[in-house]
């Protein structure tokens, strides 16, 4: 399969994966510039050279593989790469340095110095904290390197020429290079447009990435779409989705895909998440079983403690105090008088008994008498 043929199969794979029915879904952000990323870091690489080695044999490297990156992201769309993808991916702000990353590294160095003897046991500690100190200085300093470098990279990644310190070795032997000769005050470039510049055999293997972009957004549109087309009952809708899903078949077809062994991968997954499903209620079962066992026994033991009844504190003032007090000794007093009025009354019963016995002992006297 050829440059062209691949550019082609791209562009039918976002037009696919793009279509209105399943659009919502995104499946297409991958394709659009799919070589944003390398152009930007390839970018920043060139960007940090000193200026005599950006005008020597590497840096015309690096802008010849700029210049491929540039013409096959417009071979699929377009390249129109802004300040917010170059933040994204160079992250040019000093608290993304992973320190956990630099100690790792650090210590795989430690280890090989180690193995091979170049380091005493004595020396690990400090070697160590000079290696993680220095990688973690020198990252710092590298992104604020970056965020100088940020406007300069902008200008690389959307630019359509390049300006080489060399000509291309066919056209300096040919003489073909004299158009492009720029002759300035200090020196003399040649200025290239990147469609000339692009080297296939070079970054072939950037095309074959390519196709392996498209593999899974045409597998997840074709998933998508059935979906649609599962809970869609209008005619106009499933023909225009029966349209699309043998579209992208031909397409997975195209890009190499085993559709059988997608289909046996899905069941597969499906199975294991219906077993997991049953793990989970099954350990969510045993769950409840325990805490209703827990809360019975909390019930039990509930019922065997005593209950505890609170005890309430009633807060008096002086007046109610003083007045409880006169109330008190007036009741005892009452209960006194009460007691002495009974103890007289029983005195008073008691001798009125006594004097009615002794007027009818004395009238028995009396009669006997007569």
């Known amino acids: 399969m050829n440059a062209n043929n691949i550019f082609s199969l791209v562009v039918r794979a976002t037009s696919a994966v793009e279509h209105p029915l399943i659009k919502r879904s995104n499946l297409g952000f991958a394709l659009r510039q799919p070589f944003d990323w390398s152009l930007i870091n390839t970018a920043a690489v060139l960007a940090q050279l000193p200026i005599e080695e950006q005008r020597d044999e590497r840096g015309d490297q690096l802008k010849v593989k700029l210049a491929s990156l540039r013409h096959f992201n417009r071979q699929v769309g377009d390249n129109d790469i802004g300040m917010a993808v170059i933040k994204a991916c160079l992250r040019p702000d000093e608290k993304d340095v992973s320190l956990e990353e630099i100690k790792r590294i650090a210590q795989d160095r430690i280890k090989i110095e180690r193995r091979s003897g170049r380091l005493m046991p004595t020396a690990v500690k400090a070697r160590y904290v000079q290696l993680s100190t220095g990688m973690y200085e020198e990252a710092c300093a590298k992104k604020r390197r970056l965020a100088a470098l940020l406007d300069e990279v902008f200008f690389i990644v959307n630019r359509s020429d390049e300006e080489l310190a060399f000509a291309p070795i066919g056209e300096a032997e040919s003489g073909a ?12 470039i040649f200025v290239y447009k990147d469609e000339e510049l692009v080297d296939m055999d070079t970054y072939a293997y950037l095309l074959d990435g390519l196709l392996d972009k498209c593999v899974q ?5 074709r998933e998508e779409l059935q979906r649609v087309l599962d809970r869609s009952y209008r005619t106009a809708t499933c023909a225009n989705g029966d349209a699309l899903m043998a579209e992208l078949e031909r397409l997975g077809t195209e890009l ?3 559709w059988k062994k997608i289909a046996d991968e899905n069941a597969r997954i499906d199975a294991e998440l219906l077993a997991a499903d049953a793990e989970l209620a099954t350990d969510e079962a045993d769950l409840d079983a325990v805490f209703a066992e827990a809360e019975a026994d909390a019930a039990l033991v509930a019922l065997d403690e005593p209950v505890a009844h609170a005890t309430r ?7 109610r105090v003083a007045r409880e007090e006169e109330e008190h000794r007036v009741a005892q007093n009452k209960d006194a008088h ?16 006594k004097n009615k016995a002794s007027s009818l002992a004395e009238l028995g006297n009396l009669i006997a008498q007569a």
């Open 338 to 353: 009460n007691a002495a009025m009974a103890q007289r009354a029983a005195k008073a019963a008691a001798t009125r008994a």
């Open 313 to 319: 504190t009633t807060i008096k003032s002086p007046e």
């Open 177 to 188: 290079a004299h158009k492009h000769m720029v002759t300035t005050e200090y020196s003399t």
């Open 256 to 258: 190499g895909i085993n």
């Open 217 to 221: 957004p045409v597998i997840r549109a």
